[in-house]
Structure formats: C-alpha cells, structure tokens
C-alpha cells in the first residue's frame, strides 16, 4: 500500500473556510480553539475537560450496556472499562447509512482508532468513540448505498424500508424487502467474510440496531466503543442541557447571528442557517422530530402549535426524551455526556463547529476542538494500471469525465498529429512574441489587442485539438470504456469516491486487513487528502 498527501486545495468543491482551516491562518484563528493538529496540544487540553465522576460512572454504564447488546468485542468492554477508569473520548460519528454508510464512515471510525493511539503515545489516556446519528431524519440519505457493477457503473441499491415523514431513522425498520438487498450486494460483492456480516441486516432490525451490529463486527479487532444518542438514559442525563437551550434561547440565537455576521465579515460561509426564531431544539411528536421556533411574544412555536416557554420546560424535566437535539447543539450535548478530548468530523462538520462555537460559549465551560478525519481516493491495482497506460494524474481525473475523456483521446492520437498540434501551439507563442515585442516600440496601447488575438489563436487549436480527441475515442470503444471506468471508480458522479463508495465494498474485496494498512497510511501530520495505491 502506498500513499501521499495530496493537497485539499487541488480536491475540487473545498470551501474556503475548511482550506483556512487546515492552516489555521489567522483569519479563522477567532472561530476555533485549537488548531487541527491534535499532537501540538492534546496534552494541555486533555487537563481542560471537566467531567464529574457521577455522570462518568452513570455514561460508562450505559455504554457497556448498549454495546454488549451489540455483541461487543472483549477489546471494546476493555475501552469502556478504561473510559469508567479515568481516559478521555475521541469522538467521531455519523448518519446510520445502510450496510454502514459511505467509505468515510470507516474512515472516520479508523481516525477515532489512531488519534487515541497517538494520544496514549503523549501519556494522554484517550478511547475511540462512534456517535451513533439515529436522530437524523434525512431518510433518504441513510436508504440507500452504491457500488459498483461489473461494468464499473455504480448502482444503487436501496432496503425497501418505509419512514414517516421526518421520523429518526434510527426507529426505521426492515421488512423482509432487506433479503433482497442484502442478496443484491453479495451478488455485487462475492461471498466473503465482510459479506456474511450483512446478515445484521435483516427484518425486524431498524438502521441503528443494524448498523451497530455490523460496525460492531467490523471494528471488533480495534475496540471502538458505539454510542446510540436516541438512548432514552441520556437524554435523562442531558436533561440540563436541553432546558438550559430553552430558558436561554433568546441569548443563544443572538450569539449564533452575531457568529454568522463575523463569520460572513471574515469571507466564510454559514453551514446551517441561523434565523431570528431558530432555536437548538426538535420536539418528538407522533414518532417525527418537529423543529421548535420563537415566537415574537416569548412563547414556542411546536410545528404549528403556540406553547409557553414554561411547559417545555416543564417536558424538559419531566420527560427530556421528548426532545432531540439540532446540528449545532448535538456536539455540546455530545461533549457533556462525554469526557471528549476532540471530535472528528469532515468539512461540513469542521464548518458546524465555526458555528457551535457560539453555543458552546453558551452552555458549557468549555469548547471542544474539532479535528478533520482522515480522507482519501483509493486506488486498486487495475485503475493504477489504467492511470498508467494513459499517463494520467490524479488532478486530470478531479477535472471531471468529460475533460478526462477529452484527456485520454488526446493522449490516444497519432505521435505526428500530436506533434503537428505541439508545433502549432509553439509557433503561435514564438510569433506573436515578436509581434509584441515590435508593437512595444510602434504602439504600446496595442500590446493588449495582441494579446487577446494570441489567446484567440492558442484557443482555436486547442479547440480543434479536442474535437479530434473526441473522434479518436468515438472510434474505440475500448478507450471510452476505460475512461468511464476510470471516473466511475475515482470521481463518480464528480464527487471524491469516499462520498459514493460503500465501504463494504472494500472491505469485502480486500479483507479486514485493508483496514490496518489504511491506520498505517494515517499520518497526523497529513491533513490532507491521501491518495492510496492498494
């Protein structure tokens, strides 16, 4: 396996604020308090978390429970066991995603892994925790999961479940259609051992029971501890947090409009929209999360329905499972059930933090640093052979499949037509040099329009370079095959593969082993991309 960083500011679509952020440049410096490099300061930070022995104690019960039901492995009772002793939480987390989600999701679950390493390595006790989203209500989101067919063309499958409107989808459950779907990936994939798993797939779980169990079968080796955050028991703990969101909703909004006004001042985006009537909190009705606004007289708006600011916090109190957390909210009461020493997150989620910053502020005594996960393109040994034959770079394939397949055609046209192309493109720079060079001592306001006629010429031959490229590839199939393989495989749909990809797939063409050689290819010190040759 090999592997280089390959830089995010070459990875098509990256904001402005996530690339400022891999820097830490001053700019962003206001909106985070650490920088993204866990090693510089996990161990001051680690003296900074203030985490009561009670609630350690009532956490780390509730954690061997849930995740003995799943059939934890000795090594993650072993973590939990530490957790209750006195080490701190790496956190990561993601949507419940059918047959666990998108490539990413394992990446994100292998850097809790590492960076826990790399702490115990400072003398910072630290175990790696996945967040369980079963909150999400994106369905459509968690439904479905891609790979490949034998024509390298992704297909979509989907479980044949059915959700309410809005309901968490960690309460969807499976009927006997999952059979199907479960059946369609081995086809896809091939009997095997990650294969097998899949049977935690199956009618009569829902996607957060599966989930945990397929997870819990994959990472057994690595000791990493599930978190379901739908548990009725940590909602009851979280109980202060949820009411102190309410008494003080007012204070919290204007805090998160002032956030977004810096933020936008400083030339950075907003992930989530913030508005005079937002506030952190959805209530549970009827099985669907409800947002809950402000209104102009002080009281709530629950859907539709007016209610005053003391009945919710009377629920609050009384029955806190009522409510579910939003975006901005979920990583503080993630960071109050949890000792987190820093959270793993992705570049939408890197982005939440600028924002939940302001809410942190708010309600807990300290603002926990958000750490990018590990990101990365692999590439199996016949996509190599292919990027070689063709002379291709991994910046050529982020262009998109049209320009990659204009690329490959070029690449594919006679040496002498090539070099006719070459030389009209050399000829048109080295004459109108010397036209410039003569117009600089007649007439200099003329230097320009030479400029704009030598532009006209180089994009005329390279117009003309492109459509000869595309007749090329119309006259072989097998180039054309070989270029959709190509992006299929690296930039589907012109996204990074670990966006599309089901992490199965992977895992069942190259065994859990794959997963050790990507925690060596980890390199806290690359905050990159990583391009990885399997």
Not at 57 to 74: K, M, T, V, Y
Not at 75 to 99: D, K, W
Not at 159 to 173: F, I, L, N, Q, R
Not at 485 to 506: D, H, T, W
Request: hydrophobic fraction near 40%; glycine fraction near 6%; proline fraction near 5%.
């Amino acid at each position: 396996m090999k592997s280089h960083c390959f830089p995010f500011r070459q990875v098509p679509h990256a904001s402005k604020l996530f690339l400022d952020y891999l820097d830490f440049s001053p700019t962003v410096q206001p909106f985070y308090p650490r920088s993204p490099r866990l090693l510089e300061w996990a161990k001051e930070e680690s003296g900074r978390i203030q985490y009561p022995a009670e609630r350690r104690g009532q956490i780390s019960a509730i954690l061997e429970r849930q995740n003995r039901a799943w059939g934890a492995s000795p090594n993650t009772l072993e973590n939990i066991e530490r957790l209750r002793s006195g080490a701190c939480a790496i956190v990561t987390g993601q949507q419940v995603g059918l047959f666990g989600g998108p490539v990413f999701s394992i990446y994100k679950a292998l850097s809790a892994v590492k960076l826990a390493q790399e702490a115990r390595k400072l003398g910072v006790d630290a175990v790696p925790v996945f967040w369980l989203a079963t909150e999400d209500h994106d369905f459509e989101e968690v439904n479905q999961v891609q790979l490949p067919g034998a024509d390298g063309r992704l297909q979509t499958l989907v479980s044949g479940a059915e959700s309410k409107p809005d309901a968490p989808v960690g309460s969807v459950s499976f009927g006997p259609e999952i059979e199907q779907a479960v059946a369609r990936t081995t086809e896809l994939l091939g009997d095997s051992e990650v294969t097998g798993l899949l049977g935690c797939y199956r009618s009569g779980e829902n996607f957060g029971s599966a989930f945990a169990k397929f997870f819990t079968r994959v990472f057994a080796d690595f000791g990493v501890i599930l978190l379901d955050g739908s548990d009725p028991d940590l909602d009851r703990i979280a109980a202060p947090l949820y009411s102190a969101a309410l008494d003080h909703a007012p204070e919290i909004t204007q805090a998160l409009l002032d956030r977004d006004t810096k933020l936008h001042a400083a030339g950075y985006h907003q992930q989530v929209k913030v508005t005079s009537s937002s506030t952190l909190l959805f209530a549970m009705r009827d099985g669907a999360r409800v947002p809950i606004h402000q209104a102009k007289t002080g009281e709530f708006l629950v859907g539709e329905e007016r209610v005053s600011r003391q009945q919710l916090l009377d629920l609050a109190a009384k029955s806190p499972q009522s409510f579910s957390p939003n975006v901005l909210l979920r990583p503080v009461v993630q960071d109050y059930l949890l000792p987190t020493l820093t959270y793993i997150g992705g570049a939408a989620e890197v982005a939440y933090f600028a924002q939940a910053a302001a809410v942190y502020e708010s309600l807990a005594n300290r603002t926990t640093p958000v750490i990018p996960r590990f990101s990365a393109t692999l590439i199996e040994s016949k996509l190599k052979a292919l990027l070689d034959k063709y002379n291709l770079t991994v910046p050529e394939i982020f262009e998109g499949p049209e320009v990659l397949r204009e690329t490959i055609g070029a690449r594919r046209l006679p040496a002498n037509l090539q070099n006719s192309f070459e030389k009209s493109m050399a000829a048109v720079q080295h004459s109108m040099k010397s036209v410039r060079e003569s117009l600089a001592e007649l007439d200099k306001t003329l230097i320009e329009s030479a400029e704009n006629a030598e532009s006209k010429m180089l994009y005329q031959i390279n117009n003309l370079r492109a459509r000869a490229a595309r007749a090329e590839l119309r006259h072989s199939e097998v180039i054309q095959r070989h270029a959709e393989l190509i992006s299929n495989s690296l930039y589907p749909g012109k996204e990074l593969q670990e966006r599309s990809f089901a992490g199965v797939y992977f895992l069942a063409k190259h065994g859990r082993e794959l997963m050790n050689g990507l925690l060596d290819a980890m390199h806290p010190d690359c905050l990159d991309h990583q391009i990885i040759e399997l």
